[in-house]
Nanobody, 121 residues
Framework: QVQVVPSGGGLVQAGGSLRLSCAASGSTFRFNVIGWYRQAPGKQRELVADITSGGSTNYADSVKGRFTISRDNAKNMGYLEMNSLKPEDTAVYSC???????????????WGQGTQVTVSS
């Protein structure tokens, strides 16, 4: 059974940094994609960043240059380094992994629990 466990949320002042971690387990195959969404009250859910098993990255325009996503395939972990945080970054962040077995025609997305990130001014 695939399990996705996030960690690293918390409270930080504007301009500070946090690192979110996402530990994925339960598969003998690589996780094709690891990433994070976020959602603030009254706002639409937003894809923050994701990274493929080959290292290709994608970022929301609002976080480019401030956030860095990475992964450690040996440890089956993904990381979201968040720097120069702004109050607008306050949201519940949810990590996910996409798993597609070799030869499969489709994959499955697995979600971790949401973790609160609060940036004070």
């Amino acid at each position: 059974q695939v399990q996705v466990v996030p960690s690293g949320g918390g409270l930080v002042q504007a301009g500070g940094s946090l690192r979110l971690s996402c530990a994925a387990s339960g598969s003998t195959f690589r996780f094709n994609v690891i990433g994070w969404y976020r959602q603030a009250p009254g706002k639409q859910r937003e894809l923050v960043a994701d990274i493929t098993s080959g290292g290709s990255t994608n970022y929301a325009d609002s976080v480019k240059g401030r956030f860095t996503i990475s992964r450690d395939n040996a440890k089956n972990m993904g990381y979201l380094e968040m720097n120069s945080l702004k109050p607008e970054d306050t949201a519940v962040y949810s990590c996910f992994v996409d798993l597609r077995q070799p030869g499969a025609i489709y994959g499955t997305r697995y979600w971790g629990q949401g973790t609160q990130v609060t940036v004070s001014s």
